[in-house]
């Protein structure tokens, strides 16, 4: 879904003509944007988000990707464009990812590595005798409990997996923050 969402921003973008530029594999992956778009004399750099969960009223927003490195709130990107049924929005990355901070009750991502630690091991599974001590107001375990709590997800085929992320609702981003709507 994420690939189609992508080419459809693409398709968007040039026919706006605002000239899309992909980004490399590096900046992709480490940076975290899909495209660079040129428009009225700014270059900005974009991460494309495509729906989660086949939902258009929720998102995941990751402060830490799979690797317990910077997420994708953190990355290079200056907006996260958001699928929706039949247009992207457009969030400042920045904005996002201060809102994260003050949804979830945390001020940075050493509170959380720092709680991560104490609940999960290094193969990224719980560990349940801190989940049963721990008094843990932030972390859930299953991902429809994470609406402005982190989840991590468990490891994947015997790989680790470490992000941390929270389940937000497009509307209450939409209430909270300045956005733009992006449609032909």
């Known amino acids: 879904m994420g690939d189609i969402a992508e080419l459809n921003f693409f398709n968007i973008s040039r026919l706006k003509g605002y000239n899309p530029k992909e980004a490399n594999y590096y900046q992709n992956v480490m940076e975290h944007w899909d495209y660079k778009i040129s428009a009225k004399g700014k270059v900005i750099r974009v991460d494309v988000k495509s729906a989660k969960d086949n939902r258009f009223d929720i998102t995941y927003l990751e402060i830490l990707g799979t690797s317990g490195k910077d997420g994708w709130l953190l990355g290079k990107a200056d907006f996260i464009v958001f699928q929706q049924k039949d247009h992207f929005i457009y969030f400042r990355r920045k904005d996002l990812c201060d809102w994260f901070f003050?949804?979830?009750?945390?001020?940075?991502?050493?509170?959380?590595?720092?709680?991560?630690?104490?609940?999960?091991?290094?193969?990224?599974?719980?560990?349940?005798?801190?989940?049963?001590?721990?008094?843990?107001?932030?972390?859930?375990?299953?991902?429809?409990?994470?609406?402005?709590?982190?989840?991590?997800?468990?490891?994947?085929?015997?790989?680790?997996?470490?992000?941390?992320?929270?389940?937000?609702?497009?509307?209450?981003m939409k209430k909270d923050l300045k956005y733009w709507e992006y449609r032909l």
Request: proline share 3%; net charge positive.
């Open 102 to 172: 003050k949804k979830v009750g945390l001020n940075n991502t050493t509170e959380i590595k720092e709680i991560y630690s104490k609940l999960f091991d290094k193969q990224g599974d719980f560990i349940y005798d801190a989940w049963d001590k721990l008094n843990n107001n932030y972390f859930v375990k299953r991902k429809w409990k994470a609406v402005y709590k982190l989840y991590s997800r468990t490891p994947w085929e015997g790989k680790p997996r470490h992000d941390v992320m929270t389940m937000a609702k497009i509307e209450d």
